[in-house]
């Protein structure tokens, strides 16, 4: 189960993140000791789901989660899906707010041009935790120059 800081009082509580799993859905796992991110499976109890090429789908993971405030909780795309197949997160990372208790569902789209069957318990995600800020806005005229300035969009070349 994913595990994150809670702060308790003064000190941080590194116990873990509740969370609500449908019946026959599956609990978000780490594949290794040092993953950062948990993976999500599909929750498809009556019937897989055809991908299309090139075509989206909205997949359901079963799964509810109850974060502490002051932490997000993004969807990424899982490497090996992209690489072998062409599978990958649409609005990645798709974001989870604290104050969200709906069902955590994966846009995935197939870049690929085969289909692309989903079944019941396939890893098709990964969530990560992670600790943000808010900020206010302040509307000002003009901005501090930098060095860079308004250069951007490979402005500082490919090569190192």
Not at 24 to 36: H, L, N, R, T
Not at 94 to 121: A, H, M, P, Q, W
Request: proline letters at 6%.
């Amino acid at each position: 189960m994913p595990s994150i800081p809670r702060k308790l009082g003064n000190k941080l509580d590194r116990s873990s993140i509740r969370i609500s799993i449908s019946r026959g859905a599956k609990a978000p796992c780490y594949s290794s000791s040092e993953a950062a991110g948990a993976d999500l499976c599909a929750w498809l109890p009556e019937k897989e789901m055809i991908l299309s090429a090139g075509e989206w789908i909205l997949v359901p993971t079963g799964l509810r989660i109850e974060l502490p405030p002051g932490f997000e909780a993004q969807i990424r795309p899982r490497s090996g899906l992209a690489a072998k197949y062409g599978i990958t997160v649409l609005n990645s990372p798709g974001t989870v707010d604290s104050d969200y208790r709906g069902e955590i569902k994966v846009i995935l789209i197939n870049l690929s041009k085969n289909d692309f069957t989903i079944r019941d318990g396939d890893r098709i995600a990964q969530i990560v935790f992670s600790r943000h800020e808010r900020f206010e806005f302040e509307a000002v005229a003009t901005l501090d120059a930098t060095e860079r300035g308004e250069n951007g969009f490979g402005s500082t070349g490919i090569k190192s």
